[in-house]
């Protein structure tokens, strides 16, 4: 089951919306490659506003999702997408269905 989750919300600097969506959307085939990574979202939650929810079932994925390719890619693209710094928080999964 997994207990261990992140919760990623992203800004999108003006008129770099859609760019932000696109390597979202491109993120999923390297999320693929992750034997760590169960469940992965990418959220769009308003215009210029993103999110990523994923889902481990220990500690050990999540630190590897964090050092892993799409953490190095979003953090070489953060400052040309980004208003702001990525809010990334551990989250325990307390229920799910």
Partial sequence: MEKY???VRL???KGKEQDV?????SALSLVN???GTIRWYALKIDDSTFGIFD???????RDAHLNGKIAEALMQNAE???AKDPV?????ILASK
Avoid at 21 to 25: A, C, H, P, T, V
Avoid at 55 to 61: K, P
Avoid at 88 to 92: A, D, L, P, R
């Fill in 55 to 61: 889902t481990f079932e220990n500690e050990e994925g």
């Fill in 11 to 13: 800004e999108a600097k």
């Fill in 33 to 35: 490659e992750e034997e």
């Fill in 21 to 25: 969506e696109n390597f979202l959307k």
């Fill in 5 to 7: 989750s992140l919760l």
């Fill in 80 to 82: 040309e997408l980004l």
């Fill in 88 to 92: 990334i928080e551990k989250v325990s």
